[in-house]
């Protein structure tokens, strides 16, 4: 007597789907950004440079209240103002180049992505100095 073992192989076309999926997860993406998603992106960074305006504004009062115009808290909260909102168009700006880069074909993104991140470390390097700078 022989004993047949049988090797049960999967349907063809679920193999198919399965190749399908796992090749679709490694396809370049093309280009995924407009114009309209850089409008956007504009539109928030100035409304985050705006936000954080207005918090050290905010700041500044509160210290000028409590501590007198003159006092080491106000400049304190004036640099701290100054340093929040560098760091916000630093962010925002990021932001917006990277979505323009997103618009190129991506043959140039990469570039575009590595000029746009050297521009936000120059500038949050700015906002740094200013927040260390000796206040006055």
């Known amino acids: 007597m022989r004993h047949q073992t049988s090797i049960r192989r999967p349907p063809t076309a679920s193999v198919l789907v399965i190749l399908g999926i796992i090749g679709g997860c490694h396809q370049a993406k093309s280009p995924v950004a407009t114009s309209a998603d850089v409008e956007v992106a504009q539109h928030e960074a100035r ?21 007198g115009a003159n006092s080491r808290d106000v400049a304190a909260a004036r640099v701290t103002g100054t340093f929040d909102m560098a760091m916000a168009r630093a ?6 180049a990277i979505e323009k880069c997103m ?7 990469q570039s575009c992505k590595a000029q746009a991140d ?12 200013i927040r260390i700078s000796p206040q006055q």
């Open 118 to 129: 050297v521009d936000y470390q120059t500038a949050a390097a700015s906002a740094k100095a």
């Open 91 to 96: 962010d925002g700006d990021h932001k917006v």
């Open 103 to 109: 618009t190129l074909e991506l043959s140039a993104q």
């Open 47 to 67: 409304q985050e440079v705006e936000q954080a305006r207005l918090e050290a504004r905010k700041d500044v009062k509160s210290a000028a209240k409590v501590m």
